[in-house]
């Protein structure tokens, strides 16, 4: 252990030699006392190198890092709030060297995230994902089903958060097929001739889709079951993300969304593996397990913190989720503190098998009206 | 869950639908407008007396300022400054040469209580009961907040010719869900006089409700506070640290959501202290204060974001404490009104001159703590700053104390009917 700490990580690039290590995996396979060890050991040495590359990070890192060598565990860093990435663009690197910007897809009128990638970190995000995913779906190739339109996808320069997980799954694919088309008021419409051909095609054969939580319930679960189709793929692995708010204000439970999901389609409930990930720290996904938890990959890890005191909660108990991640170089996205809230389910025990912290999550953090009379307006930046 | 109840016994479930309330309420109308407003002074006395005895009572937050508002005095003063001078008009005809005048009752007064303030809805109730109204108080929150504890002591109370338990006939407390519109709306039709505490989307939905065409709409919120330190002050005052910590109890009091809680305070540059100075004058006072007992998610969140926001941009600076989201203070030279994030979270904004924070005031500002110096110089930012709508420029210490008039009304004065008499 005190190798961990001490020794081997001190340089930029032995760090990222071990990270590299991290993202080949495998991915869930190092008891959490262990992983605190490692990932604190490595996060000592890229937070400050990005801070020397990244000014108002190097800022923050000041005010709130304390003494960084001092760092013992995951939540001794201090977290980024999520939200900053729409106020600041926080890059720690020149502009040549940006491969790629990631943009939040945002409601109208409100500024999107912008997240600067370089070559590294793009090549690990990539790497990242493909490590993760192939453990919960196995290595091969597969036809690929997005519940999505091919516009969703984007250019390359400028990913947005579908685009990328789209992207991202479809490293997995040996064919891709777009179940939707985009209407020109940018609602979808699913292409349902081209859906049914698709599943006819590969009836026998192991199928990958993939779709926003949101869109494949009220574009394709529910339409298809209007229409009374039935598809009996039992091979098929559907992986959805984002968007649960939606359907938490419709009332579906996840369980619901499992198992009507899965009557659709025609396969096993375990197969609708929901991941958790955000547009700040893509390739870092916590996917579902089979006992409906989501666990954290190797080279990352999710700290959840009690409200107002920010120390991590005790097991059962439920608080503000932080993703910590050792992929980004680019950016400060090490640890970043979300707007969601989740619970810590375990440590080290799921039933699965899987080490580690696992989690799960609940809900967005909504406003509360206990904020009463003296609540009145963002006059700052009206004004402005 | 449909309707609580709130009783000094606590709450009890009430059925579906408010018209029994309301009916019972309607019938206690004229026994109410017959109590001498003499009797109802001396039973509220009475009743401040054992707020502060009661240990049912004694430690709810805000319980020393209730119990010095509701003494006779203070009362018999806002009675006088709100009805012509003559709290005897309350009790029937005076007359005025050869006319007469009264202050009669409105009648049903109905009342939307924020959650942010657990003695907040005394404010309207006791100027609504002297009115001699009868009063239906809807409460933000199913958990009763202190009101079974202050209607229970209430109910205690004794004075010769009154007895709390015979005024609380007068009184239904009620908790249900806010989306529950066809009982906000029985509630509206009942009315002859709303009061509305709250946020910015709930006094929409409340004044939008149907309501009667004789009913007065009274509104108090959304209205944002701030501070102003002057360059005369700092550089006279032996004693800043003063000045500093009575903003911070205005700041720590009710975790700053009530309207009248600073957010945002303006100093004037100055040859004696820097900003930062000051903001490390505000640091040490702030970390004085015990500790929140609790904080939800969202306003964690807020405070989180406001000292990232600071520190990440170069023109701005943050102090925070280490203990968690306990408190914050931002401090920059942008001259803006700040977005509110509550719970010890203060903006120090750094002004050559108080004539540059004028134009940002407006309606929405209720109240300015003034830490400015001469009186002359309070007095001339008052003109300007009422001028532009704000309602009350106070020392700082005493930004929170509810007082009349309030947002710029006089509370009891809307909630009677004057009448005449020229026989
Ligand atoms: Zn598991």
């Not at chain 1, 698709?198 to 939580?213: C, D, N, Y």
Request: aromatic share 8%; charged share 25%.
């Amino acid at each position: 252990m005190a190798d961990h700490n001490n020794v081997r990580s001190t340089h930029p690039t032995d760090v990222a030699e071990r990270v590299d290590e991290l993202i080949r995996g495998p991915q869930y396979a190092m008891p959490q006392a262990e992983k605190d060890a490692v990932l604190v050991s490595i996060l000592r040495v890229l937070c400050r190198d990005v801070a020397g590359r990244c000014e108002p990070y190097g800022r923050f890192l000041e005010r709130f890092g304390g003494d960084v060598d001092a760092w013992q565990s995951m939540s001794d860093v201090p977290p980024l709030p999520v939200p900053m990435f729409k106020r600041f663009l926080l890059s720690a690197v020149p502009p040549e060297k940006v491969v790629r910007q990631l943009l939040s897809s945002s409601t109208t009128g409100r500024q999107p995230s912008r997240i600067v990638i370089d070559k590294t970190t793009a090549f690990r995000q990539a790497r990242a994902l493909t490590s993760i995913l192939k453990e919960h779906i196995g290595p091969r190739r597969r036809p690929y089903l997005v519940l999505d339109a091919p516009e969703s996808v984007g250019d390359g320069e400028n990913l947005t958060a579908r685009g990328a997980a789209i992207r991202g799954v479809g490293n997995f694919a040996d064919k891709t097929t777009f179940a939707m088309r985009s209407l020109p008021d940018g609602n979808l419409e699913p292409n349902w001739e081209g859906i049914e051909s698709f599943f006819a095609e590969h009836q026998s054969g192991p199928v990958l889709l993939f779709g926003f939580t949101f869109i494949v319930w009220s574009r394709f679960v529910t339409e298809a079951e209007r229409r009374g189709l039935r598809f009996g793929v039992s091979e098929a692995v559907l992986l959805h993300s984002g968007g649960w708010k939606k359907l938490t204000a419709d009332a579906v439970s996840k369980e619901e969304f499992g198992r009507r999901t899965a009557a659709v389609l025609g396969c096993d409930e375990r197969c609708i593996l929901d991941f958790y990930g955000m547009v700040e720290q893509v390739g870092t996904v916590f996917v579902d397990c089979e006992a409906g938890n989501k666990h954290a990959p190797a080279f990352a890890d999710v700290v959840i913190r009690r409200p107002l005191t920010l120390e991590q909660v005790d097991i059962g108990q439920a608080g503000i989720i932080e993703v910590v991640s050792t992929l980004p170089t680019s950016y400060p996205g090490q640890a970043l503190i979300t707007e969601d809230q989740g619970m810590l389910v375990g440590v080290d025990d799921c039933p699965c098998g899987r080490l580690g912290n696992y989690f799960r999550f609940t809900s967005r953090i909504e406003q509360t009206e206990i904020r009463g009379c003296g609540d009145t307006f963002a006059q700052s930046r009206e004004l402005r | 869950m449909s309707i609580l109840q709130i009783t000094p016994e606590g709450s009890r479930p009430s059925g579906d639908t408010l018209a029994p309330l309301i009916e019972s309420l309607n019938r206690r109308r004229s026994h109410m407008a017959e109590i001498p407003v003499d009797r109802l002074l001396a039973l509220l006395d009475e009743f401040s007396g054992r707020l502060l005895r009661d240990e049912r009572t004694r430690s709810l937050e805000g319980i020393m300022f209730l119990a010095a508002w509701l003494r006779r005095n203070n009362l018999q003063r806002l009675l006088e400054l709100n009805l012509n001078g003559n709290p005897a008009y309350l009790d029937g005809f005076v007359s005025a040469g050869r006319d007469y005048l009264a202050a009669k009752p409105q009648g049903l007064v109905a009342m939307w209580m924020a959650g942010n303030v657990p003695t907040l809805p005394m404010y309207s109730l006791v100027p609504a009961l002297l009115a001699k109204n009868v009063c239906l108080v809807k409460l933000a929150y199913p958990e009763t907040g202190g009101m079974d504890r202050l209607l229970a002591v209430l109910a205690d109370c004794r004075v010769e010719g009154l007895s709390g338990s015979e005024l609380l006939e007068a009184i239904a407390v009620v908790w249900f869900d806010y989306h529950r519109t066809e009982l906000n709306e029985q509630m509206s039709l009942a009315a002859d006089a709303k009061i509305v505490w709250g946020g910015r989307s709930a006094i929409e939905a409340i004044t939008a409700l149907p309501r009667r065409e004789h009913c007065t709409e009274i509104v108090f919120g959304p209205k944002y506070s701030i501070g102003v330190i002057g360059r005369e002050r700092l550089e006279q005052d032996a004693d800043p640290d003063g000045v500093v910590a009575a903003f911070v109890q205005d700041i720590a009091i009710f975790d700053q959501r009530a309207c009248s809680a600073p957010q945002t305070i303006f100093v004037e540059r100055n040859e004696r202290y820097s900003l930062n100075e000051i903001g490390e004058m505000f640091a040490r006072e702030l970390a004085k204060l015990p500790a929140k007992p609790a904080l939800d998610a969202y306003t964690t969140m807020q405070i989180l974001s406001a000292r990232a926001e600071w520190a990440l941009d170069e023109s701005r600076d943050v102090i925070a404490s280490d203990d968690g989201a306990n408190w914050t203070v931002c401090m920059d030279r942008d001259v803006v009104l700040k977005e509110a994030v509550q719970s010890r979270t203060i903006f120090l904004t750094e002004v050559e001159s108080w004539w540059e924070i004028i134009p940002l005031l407006g309606p929405k500002v209720q109240t300015v703590g003034i830490a400015l110096g001469r009186l002359e110089t309070s007095q001339k930012f008052a003109e300007a700053a009422t001028a532009a709508c704000v309602a009350r420029c106070v020392r700082p210490g005493i930004m929170n104390n509810y007082e009349s008039p309030w947002d710029g009304k006089l509370l009891v004065g809307q909630l009677v009917r004057w009448v005449t008499l020229k026989p």
